[in-house]
């Protein structure tokens, strides 16, 4: 019977050469006649019938108190278990047989060993007194590691990559795992305490196994062997993937997954990273605590900011864009359907109005009102009378507004401030001298205006042709009703009194027809801005602080700048997203809102809200990715996922509950981009309804043939439209596809990329957005 304080051991070799063998097993049976020397157990000693061939060998080295391994011949086996022994913190006791041909080179090359340290020997006698001489069985110490949340993943990749290794990378990527990595190429060696420190930070390994004809195939090998049971043991998550047919020894051969088709890659990273969600979330704090579940509690607030005005500014995220139009350094803000122009109109008006000395309007016509403007009056007009008489008729409402709204603000402040008192009264002479005075909100203001400007038109000029040319005179009194010179003047030395003037301007485009955006519409804009600068430039004069700022779509600026003579001299921005983590934090804002601690992380939150993965991509990233990079579209995509996972009584969001939700905001997509594409073009019909069943991939051809059958010769003008919607985008010769809003809402970029090559070379995608609606084959 052993002592109570003999030591047990284990003593890892390789099968050959059998010299190697025949000497450990002699003094091995030295060692059992020796008093009080550790007791020494051989692999070969080891049951292994019906049972995974290396646990009983894992067990063994669980339970022993060190492990001994001969180097002299470098194998697989023997340095996975070197490696998972110091990852269960066991004293590593290295020996070689310097009698013997050894793998110097390779030991060097590899790294790992040289930095352990090694002992020799060549007799019995010789490694019965190394072993006998064991006392010290402290270990590397581990516990001082914490892992990495930031980068959770740990890589350890081959000098030279293939396709095999770019796809894995690709695919992490994808699943929006951050890693480090040990790469041959930056870092020479692989060092045994570097190999430590990187797993015990990590939440999951992925190593690969190289067939032998692939070059360093066995320095790899090695390094990965010894990882790998460094990630056994740590318990962390561990993708070890064998490419080629050679097969790793029969040991171990339950830990690879065995890698013969490329999409094969993409299922086990998949699988890797819905695990590392998982210890994610598994280590998380709760992020709160009430007596129904956080996603039950859980309010995004309204994905349109017309409906959400009063909370808003709780969580609204102040981008750069915001902060310039706060500072007034633009003049027009674009953005399309949902990316969150009237959500920056409210802020910014908001914003501006908590200065009580500042004027700030926000006008928002109805669509009809310019409509009606527009047939009774601006279609018969030449066109050089026509940019004369609209730039007349928005300086003149501008200044009746400015002054309607200063005499509603101060019209009791003014009986009790002495310095207002004159210059307010002297204001509201001049603006009730004339009869354009009517009550109401502006749109009821703005459609009695543009109703008496046509009626008294068509009294006077609807007999005659179209083409008609009005001189200055003749638009002065068909328009004014007030002595304008006059207002203006008394608006500005009101305003001298004030802190500066706002006019903000949403809702314009609303007002064009259904057919799309037509010359005369842009004009309509070009002489709104045109008069906003004329009232800017009368105010800066007298040092009174003015901006105006107007909100339109991107299509609508792209003709505005088509069509004006000195294109770059209006400032605007673009409200466009191409960022993914600002949707994240839009999301996180919201978040914090419904109860959580301002300094909670968006990742914190989402482990514990939303299940990590999706087909092995990021699960946030999977849902940014079908959102069209639209805030308004994720939070609704989030919120079907929500709806469906509150009403199973779920705590978070699961897999079926995000399948539930993209298939009815899918849906709902599909059906909203098809009317705003037959909006634009009507002959398009229900065009997007054409490509069910279709495959995710269309060569250039396919998609003409499809969009031909609705557009005829005109299928260029159709194309361009769902390039623009970003239903479908190009694919890169990288294999990268480029969606609107990849290329920053550059349509001649994108069309660019579209047609660089002839049509039946190029690759178009159709918009994972609309796979579920539309039963996309991908």
């Known amino acids: 019977m052993p002592g109570t304080n003999q030591l047990n051991a284990f003593f890892a070799y390789p099968s050959h050469p059998q010299s190697i063998g025949e000497t450990i097993r002699s003094s091995l049976e030295t060692l059992r006649t020796t008093p009080n020397a550790p007791r020494v157990t051989a692999w070969e000693e080891n049951d292994i019938a019906e049972r995974f061939l290396s646990q009983p060998i894992l067990e063994q080295l669980d339970s022993t108190d060190f492990l001994v391994a001969d180097i002299t011949r470098l194998n697989f086996n023997v340095v996975f278990e070197i490696g998972y022994a110091i990852g269960r913190s066991k004293r590593v006791v290295l020996v070689r047989n310097r009698a013997l041909t050894s793998s110097d080179a390779l030991v060097r090359e ?23 001489g064991v006392t010290d069985t402290l270990p590397i110490p581990l516990s001082s590691y914490q892992v990495n949340s930031g980068s959770p993943v740990y890589l350890v990749v081959p000098r030279i990559k293939t396709d095999a290794e770019v796809r894995v990378l690709g695919r992490l990527k994808k699943a929006r795992l951050q890693f480090r990595s040990f790469d041959p190429e930056e870092q020479g060696r692989l ?28 320095v790899h090998n090695f390094r990965s062997a010894f990882v790998a049971g460094l990630t056994m043991a740590m318990e962390r ?8 047919e050679d097969p790793v020894p029969l040991d171990y051969r339950d830990l690879v997954r065995s890698v013969r088709f490329p999409n094969q890659i993409d299922e086990y990273v998949a699988d890797f990273a819905a695990s590392i969600g998982e210890r994610f979330q598994a280590m998380s704090l709760p992020i709160a605590s009430t007596s129904r579940t956080f996603l039950e509690e859980l309010n995004l607030g309204a994905s349109a900011a017309e409906n959400e005005l009063l909370d808003l500014g709780h969580y609204y995220l102040e981008t750069d864009e915001f902060r310039r139009a706060l500072r007034g350094e633009v003049r027009i803000i674009t953005g399309r359907k949902g990316a969150g122009k009237t959500a920056l109109f409210s802020q910014l008006r908001d914003r501006t109005r908590r200065d009580r000395s500042k004027l700030v309007l926000d006008l928002k016509p109805e669509g009809f009102q310019l409509l009606k403007f527009r047939e009774r009056v601006l279609d018969f007009l030449e066109e050089g009378s026509r940019e004369h008489t609209i730039t007349a008729f928005w300086e003149y409402l501008l200044l ?33 001298s004339g009869e354009d005075i009517s009550e109401g909100d502006f749109s009821e203001r703005m459609l009695a205006l543009t109703q008496r400007i046509a009626d008294d038109f068509e009294a006077t000029h609807r007999t005659k042709t179209k083409g008609l040319r009005l001189s200055s005179g003749e638009v002065t009194e068909l328009l004014h009703r007030h002595d304008v010179a006059t207002l203006r003047d008394r608006v500005a030395e009101y305003l001298e009194l004030k802190d500066g003037v706002w006019l903000l301007f949403d809702n314009l485009d609303k007002g064009w027809p259904a057919q799309g955006v037509t010359g005369q519409d842009v004009l309509t804009l070009r002489s709104l801005i045109d008069a906003m600068a004329k009232i800017e430039h009368a105010m800066q004069k007298r040092d009174i602080e003015c901006h105006g700022v107007v909100f339109i779509r991107n299509d609508v600026f792209e003709l505005l700048v088509d069509n004006s003579p000195d294109r770059g001299k209006v400032a605007s921005i673009a409200l466009d997203w191409t960022d993914p983590d600002l949707l994240r934090e839009v999301l996180r804002r919201r978040f914090v809102y419904g109860g959580i601690d301002d300094k909670t992380t968006f990742e914190d939150i989402w482990r514990q ?16 990715d079908r959102s ?11 919120r079907f996922c929500r709806s469906h996972a509150v009403n199973l009584r779920h705590t978070r969001i699961e897999l079926a509950d995000i399948e539930q939700g993209e298939e009815a905001y899918s849906s709902a997509l599909l059906e909203n981009v098809n009317f705003e594409v037959r909006d634009v073009y009507p002959a398009a019909g229900d065009i997007l309804y054409e490509f069910i069943g279709a495959r995710e991939l269309l060569v250039g051809t396919e998609l003409r043939a499809l969009i031909e059958s609705k557009a005829g010769d005109r299928w260029h003008g159709l194309l361009d439209l769902l390039l623009w919607y970003g239903f479908v985008g190009v694919v890169r010769d990288d294999g990268d596809t480029s969606y609107m809003y990849s290329v920053k809402y550059d349509m001649k970029r994108l069309r660019a990329l579209a047609f660089k090559n002839e049509l039946k070379d190029t690759m178009f995608r159709i918009n994972p957005a609309f796979w579920r609606a539309l039963e996309v084959v991908h």
């Open 628 to 638: 069209l990079m639209r805030p308004r579209s994720l939070i609704e995509l989030l």
């Open 110 to 132: 590899i790294g790992l060993f040289d930095t352990l340290g090694y002992s020799e020997y060549s007799q019995t006698a010789e490694l019965v007194a190394l072993l006998n």
């Open 609 to 624: 809200l939303v299940v990590s993965h999706v087909q092995g991509e990021e699960s946030s990233q999977y849902l940014i």
């Open 237 to 244: 998550t561990l993708l070890l993937l064998q490419t080629g």
């Open 400 to 432: 009746l507004e400015m002054c309607q709204k200063l005499l509603e603000k101060d019209v009791d402040n003014h009986m009790r401030n002495s310095i207002l008192y004159a210059p307010y009264r002297l204001m509201a002479d001049a603006y009730f």
């Open 191 to 218: 060092a045994a305490l570097d190999a430590i420190e990187n797993v015990a930070k990590s939440h999951g390994v992925v190593l690969s196994l190289l067939p032998r004809e692939r070059v360093d195939a066995e």
